[in-house]
């Protein structure tokens, strides 16, 4: 048990340093080659497991436009607003937006899944919302101000709420390592002639450390901490897992202190434990299955 929870811990730290780590690459490259060459490896390493596991199978033409649609919304727009927004937006702030993800995607298996929407997410939405507004008014209504980055997050939150409701119809009659496999070749594809289009100017990183560090998290991130993560969640309770999930803006924010010498202030503190105590009291159910990393 201990394992398992010392390997799920990795997990939250390694997605929690992706938001330090994404500001620290959008410096080197632009957004959009960014994210055209993270999608790049990730693709090859889900590619090589595929075939190293003898998963590798068809995609039913029937769900071509369901998968076309998540590559595009899901992966493609999801991390590229993800690296613009984080060209200017705080990495800790983005955190805690993103931290909402669930609440939204709440109220959107409500509307197309016809899940229940409950008092309780009500409320511990309303927590969210106070949560995020003392965050980004710094605890002043005479300092309101939202950086534009922030509005890219928010793009970002509301597409990985959307993708997480195409992904969670497809795993229906589909596997969703092919799922994630097919839509992360629709992103990718998708990506390659926006680079030229969207990036001006192109920035491209020119040490060993930036492409080091682009590859790295690209492969961790998204591969090897959610294959971790989904081969240790199955030893531990699901509503302990998802409160270490919500873990993350603190470890965003620790991380912001050590790499890029950010401090740590009170409202930023006190903004996160009404987001992550908002969505806990939402998202909790006393019984419930368990929580899987998209993979």
Same mark, same amino acid.
Do not use: H
């Given at each position: 048990?201990?394992?398992?929870?010392?390997?799920?811990?990795?997990?939250?730290?390694?997605?929690?340093?992706?938001?330090?780590?994404?500001?620290? %690459? *959008?410096?080197d490259f632009? #957004?959009?080659?960014?994210?055209? !060459?993270?999608?790049? $490896?990730?693709?090859?390493? +889900? &590619?090589?497991?595929?075939y190293y596991k003898g998963r590798m199978k068809k995609l039913e033409k029937t769900d071509w436009l369901a998968v076309f649609s998540l590559g595009i919304i899901g992966v493609f727009i999801n991390q590229w607003s993800f690296f613009v927004g984080l060209q200017t937006a705080?990495?800790?702030?983005?955190? %805690? *937006?993103?931290?909402?993800? #669930?609440?939204l995607t709440g109220f !959107?298996?409500?509307? $197309?899944?016809?899940?229940? +929407? &409950?008092?309780?997410?009500?409320a511990g939405s309303v927590l969210a919302?106070?949560?995020?507004f003392l965050v980004v008014t710094k605890g002043s209504l005479s300092s309101v101000y939202i950086d534009k980055g922030l509005w890219w997050i928010v793009l970002t939150m509301?597409?990985?709420?959307?993708?997480?409701?195409?992904?969670?119809?497809?795993?229906?009659?589909?596997?969703?390592?092919?799922?994630?496999?097919?839509?992360?070749?629709?992103?990718?594809?998708?990506?390659?002639?926006?680079?030229?289009?969207?990036?001006?100017?192109?920035?491209?990183?020119?040490?060993?450390s930036d492409w080091a560090l682009l590859i790295g998290t690209a492969v961790t991130v998204h591969g090897i901490a959610a294959l971790i993560w989904n081969n240790y969640i199955r030893y531990v309770d699901a509503s302990k897992a998802s409160i270490l999930s919500n873990l993350e803006p603190f470890v965003a924010m620790i991380m912001g202190l050590v790499l890029l010498y950010k401090p740590i202030t009170g409202v930023e503190i006190a903004g996160s434990l009404f987001i992550v105590g908002g969505v806990i009291f939402s998202t909790y159910q006393r019984k419930t299955h368990p929580l899987k990393r998209r993979l």
């Open positions: 048990m201990l394992k398992a929870y010392s390997w799920l811990t990795f997990c939250v730290i390694v997605w929690g340093s992706n938001f330090v780590f994404g500001k620290i %690459l *959008v410096q632009s #957004p959009t080659l960014l994210t055209s !060459l993270r999608l790049f $490896f990730i693709v090859l390493l +889900l &590619t090589a497991l595929s705080d990495p800790t702030t983005s955190a %805690l *937006v993103l931290a909402t993800a #669930p609440i !959107l298996a409500a509307i $197309f899944l016809k899940e229940k +929407l &409950t008092i309780r997410m009500l919302i106070l949560g995020i509301v597409t990985f709420a959307i993708m997480i409701i195409i992904t969670r119809s497809l795993s229906q009659r589909m596997d969703p390592f092919m799922i994630t496999l097919y839509s992360n070749i629709v992103g990718f594809i998708v990506s390659v002639p926006f680079v030229l289009l969207l990036d001006n100017p192109l920035k491209v990183g020119n040490t060993f």
